[in-house]
């Protein structure tokens, strides 16, 4: 039988391109979350066990031999099926908010929407290895060039993913947006060419109105 993906009202995304940000958004996410008597579990994709953090390095070392788009597509899964079961279940399970610095929008972006794959085998590798969605996602969306300006730097060797063209990019971006299209329950889209403060506020903001909802339905 086909297992059904299932949206967990407190576990929540960040997505965007790159130089979008994610990394202060996501300390903003916590603060609040702490600051409300929460318990909070960050982690990031791919990654987020000691496995999954080994796939990682196979899918953007650049140094190693030409990766084809489905071995990176099922690499990516792969890892996010380890930190389903070894970190957001048991985390949701607990009473915990889970933060992740991507999730699974992630794979229809840049492996469908950028490499070009099927979106019909992502949907059912998404519900045959994981089986669950964020209950809400925050797509930080920025202009390619503005994102990658921004990036310029941050690291002395860019990763296979970095070292992409910018017309990758731009299908990525799109990807991202045509998610939140067909997902406007889950999706909040953020304007991050903002300052770093208007996009915290943005994103705390988002996050205020996505708690009372919570609380309003217990």
Do not use: C
């Amino acid at each position: 039988m086909t297992q059904s993906v299932l949206s967990h009202p407190h576990f929540i995304s960040l997505e965007g391109g790159e130089g979008a940000g994610k990394t202060s958004a996501i300390t903003a996410l916590r603060d609040l979350l702490q600051a409300r008597g929460h318990e909070v579990v960050l982690t990031r994709e791919p990654g987020g066990t000691p496995l999954a953090e080994r796939i990682r390095e196979l899918v953007l070392n650049p140094r190693d031999e030409p990766l084809h788009a489905d071995t990176e597509l099922l690499l990516v899964f792969a890892a996010r099926a380890q930190h389903v079961r070894q970190v957001i279940r048991p985390a949701l399970q607990r009473g915990a908010f889970v933060v992740s610095d991507r999730f699974t929008d992630s794979s229809y972006a840049y492996q469908g929407a950028g490499r070009g794959l099927d979106a019909r085998w992502i949907a059912e590798l998404e519900r045959q290895a994981v089986g669950i969605k964020p209950g809400l996602t925050l797509l930080l969306d920025l202009d390619v060039r503005e994102g990658r300006a921004r990036a310029a730097g941050r690291d002395l060797w860019p990763d296979r993913i970095e070292s992409e063209q910018d017309d990758f990019f731009e299908r990525v971006r799109q990807g991202f947006r045509q998610r939140a299209v067909e997902e406007p329950q889950r999706f909040r889209l953020i304007d991050a060419s903002q300052t770093p403060a208007q996009v915290g506020a943005a994103v705390r903001d988002a996050l205020w109105q996505w708690l009372e909802t919570l609380e309003t339905l217990e």
